[in-house]
């Protein structure tokens, strides 16, 4: 894993001004308009930018779960009581440590070990992916490394998959005076296959704020035909138009507008409430909304209408159990019953009230 490191002076005032980024849950359970079963809150995934076939290209997508915005490319290690919790996309694993080994709290096959001084891990999915995470992309002289804004071991230097196509990390950080002393933050620069794509990210922000971690644009592109230095804040010297997507953010009063644009300059716009909550999406060529959500008081959907076809929400928390009813435009109902602690649907009542179990 290499990085450029960048070093300015910054106190625990601009520090304070950053938001952590929780990590993602270990599983989702969702309805198929995206309703999160086991928060009431809304899962929002952008359209994805592609290049190349499903078994060697690349791709890339922004996903929004709650008030919180972020990438596939996200791969790190954080220390949690007990153990690390590791995080692989858009998805965590926890590991207990338990007499000097890493044991999956999950029992779903994957396996997490450390080098002796607990600065590199190697996790193997269940597919016998190999992930290898390490320090190496932060300041050295840090006492702290930062991941998305939060206290992180390591990061994803490559990942090498059955197939033998391996993708290498490269990382900008950041180095400042922190809470914690001399702190390194660090954010993804560019991914790279051995199959000849890379993913190149471009930001918003070049000081640490919060815009520090914000998508400004990626380009994905062949490097068999054109050059993009993996250290480098953009490409330059292209020869000709790459799969890419831009994103813009605007406030007005209440009102927070996101904007994605493709390379055919198709706009998909995404609008938030005050909180920050989904409340309308619209896509390229539509005059109205394709998708308009509603929140109550708490959060949890209440409606969605999906090109004018609307579903009503209501939601029950008897703890650790949360129950939604979910009512189509013909006035049928389906209810899930879904675990909040293991983010599990253990009971599913159909129109026909027929309850389907799960364990």
């Known amino acids: ?57 690349m791709a890339f997508s922004l996903t929004k779960s709650g008030l919180v915005w972020t990438q596939p490319w996200r791969y790190a290690v954080y220390y949690v009581t007990g153990g690390v919790e590791v995080v692989v996309g858009t998805t965590t694993l926890n590991f207990n440590l338990v007499s000097g080994a890493y044991v999956n709290q ?98 918003v922000g070049s000081v640490f704020d919060n815009n ?34 831009t994103f813009g953010e605007s406030v007005a ?20 409430d005050t909180t920050l909550r989904t409340t309308a999406i619209k896509r390229p060529s539509s005059a109205t909304d394709n998708l308009v959500a509603t929140s109550d008081a708490t959060g949890k959907i209440s409606s969605i209408t999906a090109n004018g076809v609307n579903w009503t929400y209501s939601w029950s928390l008897a703890a650790p159990n949360m129950t939604a009813t979910i009512t189509d435009p013909n006035g049928g109902q389906r209810v899930y019953v879904t675990d909040t602690t293991t983010k599990r649907v253990t009971s599913f009542r159909d129109e026909l009230n027929r309850t389907t179990s799960y364990t």
């Open 1 to 57: 894993m290499c990085s450029t490191m960048l070093t300015i002076c910054a106190g625990a005032a601009a520090h304070a001004q950053t938001m952590e980024v929780p990590v993602p849950p270990v599983r989702l359970a969702l309805d198929e308009r995206g309703a999160n079963l086991a928060t009431g809150g809304y899962q929002l995934q952008t359209n994805a930018v592609a290049i190349g076939t499903n078994d060697t290209g």
């Open 106 to 203: 999950q029992a779903t096959g994957e396996t997490l070990t450390a080098n002796p001084s607990g600065t590199a891990y190697t996790l193997t999915m269940r597919d016998g992916t190999i992930i290898y995470f390490d320090g190496s992309g932060g300041d050295p002289n840090a006492v702290a490394f930062h991941f998305y804004n939060k206290r992180a071991i390591a990061a994803a230097n490559y990942i090498l998959k059955p197939d033998g196509e391996k993708l290498t990390f490269r990382y900008k950080s950041l180095s400042y005076e922190g809470l914690q002393g001399w702190t390194s933050s660090l954010r993804v620069r560019s991914v790279t296959s051995s199959k000849g794509y890379m993913t190149k990210i471009e930001y």
């Open 212 to 245: 520090w971690q914000k998508v400004a644009k990626v380009t994905l592109l062949n490097l068999g035909v054109d050059y993009c230095d993996p250290d480098a804040d953009s490409c330059t010297g292209l020869t000709q138009t790459w799969p890419s997507m």
């Open 253 to 272: 009063g209440a009102v927070t507008t996101r904007t994605e644009t493709d390379t055919l300059g198709r706009v998909t716009t995404y609008t938030f």
